[in-house]
Every structure is written in C-alpha cells, then in structure tokens.
C-alpha cells in the first residue's frame, strides 16, 4: 500500500469534527489540540493553526491535565516521522487521547526518507552482485550508518515490506541434536562450503536460522568464521543448538530479485534493485522499534508499581518501526517467541492502566503492533487491524513466575490479524503470557505463518521439577529462555508441578468466539489455539477454525492442565489433549480428537464427529505418547515395558459420530468399547446442522445430539462484531466440507 493511497481521503467538515470531539457527555471540559504535518510548533495548536509535532502537541497538554482536564490531540492526515521514542510518562489526573479528525489518516511513523539515490554503473557494482542485479542497482549513501551508528534491519516501500537480501537454503553440516543436547554449543554453527565468505562487513551480515525444531527461527549476527573448520559464532546463542535449515542475509551473492536490498555500514551506503524504474520517494529506513511508549514507574520487587492512566488511541496508523536485534542480556519467553520487557513494538504499555486503542492499523512495521508489560491492567484494544508486521500483533506479557501478579483484566475484541510474523516467523498473532484475566474475544486471525494465539507460562523443568518428559532438568548457565525471568527469591524451591502452579498467572483467561483459519502456513509444530504453561481455569469457548493444513486447531501442550475446552468448531482439523483437562461440547468437522492424557478423571464426552466421508478415525487414544501425571510406560524416556499393565486413558462418552458410511462409523464405536470400554451411550446419527457451509453449526430441531445433552453451538455472532463470520460467508463461497480420503484426528 502506498502512503499517497491514504492520504489522498476525503477530508470531513470541520464541523464534523467538533461534533465528534465534543460527544463526550462528560463534566469535565474537553481541551483540543491539533497537529498537522504543515503546522507550526510556535503556533497555538488550534485548529486554524496547528503545532507540527506530537511531542509539542504533549507539551502543550501537560499543564491542561495537571489543571485536571481531559485533553484530546487531534491529528490530521500526513506521516508524523518521530525520531525518538515518544514516551509519555505523565501521571496526573486528566486523560489524554490522541484520535484522527474525521475522514483523515494520521500515519506514526518510524521511517527515514531515503532520497539521495544514484544509479550504480557498471564499473562499480560492488564485490557480490549477483548476474541478475547487474545494471539494476541504485545506491544511497547513508552517512549515520557509517561504523554501525545506525543498522536497520527492514526496509518499506509506503506501506510494504521490501525483502533483505536472502541467499538460498542451506543445510548445517551437523546433524539433528535430541532433548538432551540442544542447549549445547548454541553460539557455534557447521556451515557447508560455499555458504559463509569473510565479508569486509561481516558485522552487517546475519543468519536465519530454522533448526530441525520447526518451532521458531533465529536471527543471529556472525562474530567470526573459521575457514579452515567451515564454523562460525555468533554474536548471541541461538535459542537451540543450530542445527538444520539456515539462510545468509544482507550480502550482495543474494541480491537478485526486485525489491531487494543490503545495507553496508562499513562503506555507508544502501543498495537496491527498486520494483519500479528507480526508487521514489517513499523508501523509507526505520529508526525505531517503538513508536510510543506509554511509561509508568514499576516497582519491581514491591506492591507500589506507579501506571500511568488514561491515554487512548483512536483512529491512527502506526507503522515504519525496526525488527528486534537480540542482545546478550535479553530474557527470552517460550521457545524465545519474544523478548521479556523490551521496546519491540509500535505501541507500549509499560506499567499502564485503563488506556485504550480502538480502531488503529498497526501496518509495516518489524516488531509486535502493541504490547503491554509489567504491570497492564484495563488496557482494552477493539476494533484494530494488525497486518504486514515483523513480529505479532498483540502481547500480553507480566513479570516472570513469583509472586507478582499485575498483568490482568485486559482485553482483545474485535480485532483483525492477517500476515503477521513477517520477520519473526514464530511470533503469535496474540501472545499472553504470565497474563490473566483477560478476554480475547470476537478477533478474525488469517494467513499466519504459525500459532494465533498462544496462553503460556513457564514450564516446570525451568524451576528444577522434574517431569516425565524431563526427568533430571539441567541446564547449562545463561540459557535465555525462561529461566532469566525467575523471580527466585519469590519462588523458593518447589518440587512439585503443583507447587509451581501458583506462580502460573496465565489464568482465567477467556479465549472465545474468534475465527481463526489458514495459520501454520510457513512452521511446523503448532495450532491455531496453543496453551502450555499456563495456569488454571483458562476457558477456550465457541471459536471457529478451519483450514489449518495438518495442524491440530487447539491443543493443550506439555504441562498444561486445568482448562476447559467447550463449544468449539473444528473443521479438517481437531483437537489435541493432554494431561488434565476438560474438553467437552466441540464439535469437530472431518478431524477429531487426539487424547495424549493418562488422567483418568479428564473430563473427555458429548463431543459431537462429523466426517463428510466413507471412513474415519474420530478420535485416537494415544497412551505410548503420554508423559504425564501417572505415565510409567513411556517409550520417549526409553523405558517401555510391555509387561507393565496399560495406561488408563480418560472415559469418553455421549458422543455423537456422523460418517459417510455409516457402518464405518458404527464400527468405530465397536472397537471403542471392545478396547477401551467408552462409548457405552454415544450413538451413531446425523447431528442435524443448520447451514455449515455458511458458519451456522447450531442443531436444527430434533437433533438427535440434544438428547444426550448436547448443546447446540451458536456461531451466528462468531468473529469480528463489525462483520461477524456468518455475514461474510453468505457473501462468499462459504466453507469447503467436502474430504478426500479417510479423516483422521
């Protein structure tokens, strides 16, 4: 999208404006002051004669809030380029919103204009480049960079991401690495011959790295290179041992397409083959990796955390921010999907409570669009659209596992996520973490390359509980995942995974009525609803997925227990359970259940199958995976005795199977109850749905499932709240349903 797209809307009447600013209600006075782009910082702020900066706009507020008045910076249309962080740290009594006038669109922005192109001729092309580019590259020189000073790592087009130059798939030398020894040599990479050279710039060069687990990806900076051994170091350790799939970034041997560039600090310059004739105007070069920062005073080993209150946001763009670089201190959450307490995201809640963001695009940009740390409680996000970003869209993200509990009460309702993890492939469409209580409802996440929502925590194995899976947890000093975000002298020593469930603050949290399809479209090992780590009395109720290739739609994975897993659509895909939860009510659509739990007392019944197709297996009772609470035989720790009697895997009743072929389904139930005694009162019918195809799951009149006590699924009211599922697929060509092949869970 280009930024001349937007700013060319019609612009509203003024008297529009004022109607829309002074629709309050409230006792106390509102106070206006208006920014453009074309304004003054010496002028008043009026709406005849607007300062020019946010930063003076803040000024002029502070003493209009100290005085108690609620305050509204109202921006025009136009970029608003900041060059450091706006960090808003007052904490008096008046609110201060920032909204767009009516009909315009203020786009916050990041970016440096890079304007001083050249074309390079062909006597100069620098050491590299590549056949393709050659008479197709233009260079800017870019003084700041010089030396490191300043290294951006995304690039923007207005609104689009331009790629950095990426070379070919390579694979490591060193093979696949287990449980045990992926922590080890984390900083040191066996690269084939021909990948790695001893570029001048070898500081500017990086590594992305997608080991052989296919959960996350590493951006790692090289220290050095022995060619003699084909290793390298890296300037950080990779969150596992870097093993598998890499790619070489930002050298001229991988500049060969359209769009691409590679920045040298060594030399200062920029160089790009532009998609077009020759780059425009609207190159634009990060400086930040937070826009806004919304700044309380944390207290951190007390109860007396400071929050700013009162700040919202309406109707703004924010876009043009820097992706995230590692550093050696950093704290890393699960799997290092992010960073702990970091500037990483266009907008920041950092110790802040009752604040608001409604109806912003969060848009190119290279980290997360919003988070809030720490202490964020009644921070309430509605009507957002996150797109085209480097990392997520949303995190929620408290102090680490102890006593402090301070990130609660939040919510995300009514927000669209699509193409996010644009840098960052693993990063969650919406992340919690160490986060309760919170609701996120009525979202529409699309097209993610991995997980849309993820609850987590920390794992026992990082407090020294030893778990089945782990039995004896070691872990070498410095590991960045999890383990710096202790708060050790809160915790003391547990021993237990029950013991350890206090400090689990993911709790509570509402995860309802969202429609989530085609996530999992670039990583492996992941869903569209992931929970592991987190703390009790989680509630996963009435969203709707579908299209999510081999992924399971929801799963509940190592340590989690104590959540409730109801009323949910699954369509091509199902549900996986493990340890103790409750997962009853669903219905799933052509994949069923996964049942890796050897607690007995898992609440597991009145699920409805349905197969449009001659066979299925609609559930599986997968009790060698099963490494949990009572797990004795388990062949992943080595030690499976067939001599020993089997695990007893939770009861499953009152169920409903629908099939094709109906004997094929009867047969399944058969063997259910020959093998594992369940089933005694599930019956084989048809369930009777509404219109499926268009997002109606409820039950028409007479259905056979009410009999056992199932609830219909009201879906009517499913996704965004401003155009719910139902609506937009009556206008589209609706859901596949049709399989090919036998359904497997």
């Known amino acids: 999208m280009r ?88 904490q008096e009594a008046g609110r201060l919103a920032f909204v767009a006038f009516p009909g315009e669109t203020p786009i916050i922005s990041g970016g440096v204009p890079v304007t001083n192109w050249r074309r390079v001729p062909a ?91 296919n959960w996350l990806v590493n951006y790692l900076p090289i220290a050095s290179i022995d060619e003699a051994t084909l290793t390298l170091r890296t300037a950080v350790p990779a969150t596992y041992t870097p093993t598998g799939r890499f790619w070489v970034e930002n050298v001229m041997e991988a500049l060969d397409e359209p769009g691409e560039w590679v920045l040298n600090t060594h030399e200062g310059r920029l160089y790009l083959w532009p998609r077009g004739p020759q780059p425009d105007g609207q190159i634009l070069a990060p400086r930040l990796t937070t826009l806004i920062r919304v700044a309380g005073r944390p207290d951190d080993w007390g109860d007396h955390d400071q929050p700013v209150t009162g700040v919202s946001f309406t109707g ?137 929502i993820v609850l987590s925590g920390v794992r026992p194995r990082h407090f020294g509980v030893a778990t089945p899976k782990i039995p004896n947890p070691k872990y070498p000093p410095g590991i960045r995942e999890d383990m710096r975000t202790m708060r050790w002298r809160e915790i003391g020593n547990p021993r237990t995974i029950d013991e350890t469930l206090k400090y689990a603050h993911t709790r509570d949290n509402l995860i309802s009525e969202n429609e989530i399809h085609d996530a999992m479209q670039v990583l492996d090992d992941g869903n569209a609803i992931y929970l592991s780590a ?34 949910n659509v699954t369509i091509g895909s199902g549900i996986v359970v493990k340890d103790y939860n409750e997962t009853w009510n669903n219905l799933m659509i052509n994949g069923g259940l996964r049942i890796i739990s050897d607690r007995i007392d898992s609440r597991i019944e009145r699920n409805v199958y349905v ?72 019956i084989v ?10 997002g109606d799951f409820r039950f028409k009149p007479g259905s056979p499932a009410a009999a056992l006590g199932i609830v219909s699924v009201d879906t009517r009211h499913v996704g965004l709240l401003r155009e719910p599922m139902c609506e937009r697929l009556r206008h589209t060509a609706g859901l596949d349903l049709s399989v090919h092949g036998p359904v497997q869970p």
């Open 316 to 452: 703004l763009t924010f876009a043009h921010t820097d992706r995230d670089v590692w550093r050696p201190n950093d704290a890393g959450l699960q799997h290092d999907w992010a960073m702990w307490d970091k500037d990483d995201a266009c907008l920041r809640f950092r110790v802040a409570r009752d604040c608001q963001v409604r109806d912003c695009t969060f848009v190119a940009a290279g980290g997360f669009g919003v988070r809030a740390d720490l202490y964020a409680q009644d921070i309430s996000i509605r009507g957002s659209t996150f797109h085209d970003l480097g990392s997520g869209g949303v995190l929620l993200c408290g102090y680490g596992p102890g006593t402090k509990d301070v990130n609660h009460g939040n919510e995300v309702v009514d927000n669209e996520f699509y193409r996010t993890g644009r840098l960052w492939w693993h990063a969650p469409a919406v992340f919690l973490w160490q986060s309760g209580r919170n609701r996120v409802s009525h979202n529409y996440l699309h097209d993610l390359p991995y997980n849309g």
């Open 3 to 90: 930024l001349h797209d937007l700013f060319s809307l019609r612009r509203a009447p003024l008297l529009l404006a004022f109607a829309v600013l002074l629709m309050a209600g409230s006792s106390v006075r509102a106070d206006e002051i208006y920014v453009s782009p074309q304004g003054r910082d010496a002028a008043p702020g009026t709406p005849d004669s607007p300062v020019a900066t946010l930063s003076h706009a803040v000024e002029l507020a502070q003493p209009l809030r100290h005085a108690g008045h609620d305050v509204r910076i109202v921006l025009r249309g136009g970029r608003y380029q900041l060059d450091e962080t706006l960090v808003l740290s007052d």
């Open 123 to 213: 006597a100069e092309e620098p050491a590299g480049t590549t056949t393709a580019a050659h008479g197709h590259l233009w260079v800017a020189d870019l003084p700041a960079t010089r030396g490191g000073a300043w290294r951006f790592h995304a690039l923007y087009d207005g609104l689009d991401f331009l790629p950095r130059a990426r070379s070919r798939e390579y694979l490591t030398r060193s093979k696949h690495v287990g449980l045990a020894e992926r922590l080890e040599h984390r900083d040191r990479l066996e690269y084939p011959a021909g990948s790695i050279k001893p570029w001048s710039n070898l500081d500017d060069v990086e590594i992305l790295s997608r080991p052989n687990h």
């Open 534 to 567: 987190a703390g009790k009395g989680n509630v996963v109720r009435r969203n709707v997925i579908y299209r999510m290739g081999h992924s399971a739609a929801i799963r509940t994975d190592d340590d989690q227990s104590y959540c409730r897993i109801t009323e």
């Open 685 to 694: 019918a048809d369930p009777q749905l509404e219109d499926p195809a268009h």
């Open 611 to 682: 197969a449009y197709a001659p066979s299925a297996e609609f559930y599986v009772v997968d009790v060698v995976n099963s490494y949990f609470g009572n797990a004795k035989d388990d062949t992943m720790l080595g030690n499976y005795n067939p001599a020993q009697p089997p695990i007893i895997p939770p009861h499953t009743d009152e169920n409903v199977f629908s099939c094709g072929n109906p004997a094929a389904a009867r047969a399944f139930v058969a063997d259910m109850r020959r093998k594992w005694g369940n089933d005694r009162t599930s």
